[in-house]
């Protein structure tokens, strides 16, 4: 290797280490029980809402993209399959037991990012597909914390009966940045988290618990919230959903 060459690895090597390297887990396996249909395959934009969510983890240019799928769903699995096809970081993991909760599917996500070569992975978005008002805004900024944890933040008031009378422009947005969040406010995913963390904790992933019992278990200094009071409307009830389409959300 000739000197300019050694140079130019040299400059790309310290390049590659200031450059984060994220790796994103989707968690799509919930069977959409109280919805009645698959969340998985509403429609935004006149697409899978599942489509939707990789496209906008796809813009922040991870490393990998694990997506966690139910079994014996085909619809979904076929959704997924035109942009994995023209996107090799995309791979499908398939949830077995998606009954059992949120947490078994986080946890077959990390076996698959351990199965992977991701050496230069340190960070892992973690991210569902229900929360129809995300954007790549709010991912970039999470992407841009510097803590352990950079968590979303957001209004637990989840009473959609009143959302009719608040007009779309008049509703709380706020995607400031804090280093601690409102004591009513929630903190959950989307977030990033240390890889290496990640993988400390995956034992005690059982059930629903998922992270957010472990991550209140952190001091301040590890942990910084993106508020994004949008992130409140995902899609658990039929109620919801024709709201979510009223607003035009979601197609109709």
């Known amino acids: 290797m000739n000197k300019s060459s050694v140079i130019e690895a040299n400059m790309q090597q310290r390049n590659d280490v200031k450059q984060p390297r994220h790796a994103i887990i989707i968690l799509a396996s919930g069977l959409s029980s109280r919805l009645g249909k698959a969340k998985q395959l509403l429609c935004k934009n006149s697409e899978p809402l599942i489509s939707h969510m990789l496209k906008l983890a796809l813009s922040t240019q991870p490393q990998t993209i694990i997506v966690v799928i139910p079994r014996e769903n085909l619809c979904i699995a076929n959704a997924i399959e035109p942009l994995a096809a023209q996107n090799t970081v995309i791979h499908t993991v398939i949830n077995p037991t998606p009954e059992t909760g949120m947490a078994q599917s986080l946890h077959l996500g990390i076996d698959a990012l351990t199965d992977l070569d991701n050496r230069l992975l340190n960070r892992v978005l973690i991210m569902g597909i229900d929360q129809v008002l ?119």
């Open 134 to 252: 995300l954007d790549q805004q709010h991912l970039t900024a999470l992407l841009a914390g510097k803590q352990a944890v950079v968590a979303s933040s957001y209004s637990g008031d989840n009473d959609w009966q009143h959302f009719d009378k608040v007009p779309l422009d008049k509703m709380p947005i706020d995607k400031t940045t804090r280093t601690e969040s409102p004591k009513k406010n929630i903190i959950g995913v989307p977030l990033v988290i240390n890889y290496e963390l990640l993988k400390q904790w995956q034992s005690e992933l059982v059930g629903d618990k998922g992270l957010r019992h472990l991550i209140r278990g952190l001091s301040p200094k590890q942990i910084q919230v993106v508020i994004n009071h949008q992130l409140n409307y995902d899609i658990d009830t039929p109620e919801q959903l024709v709201y979510a389409q009223q607003q035009g959300w979601l197609d109709k």
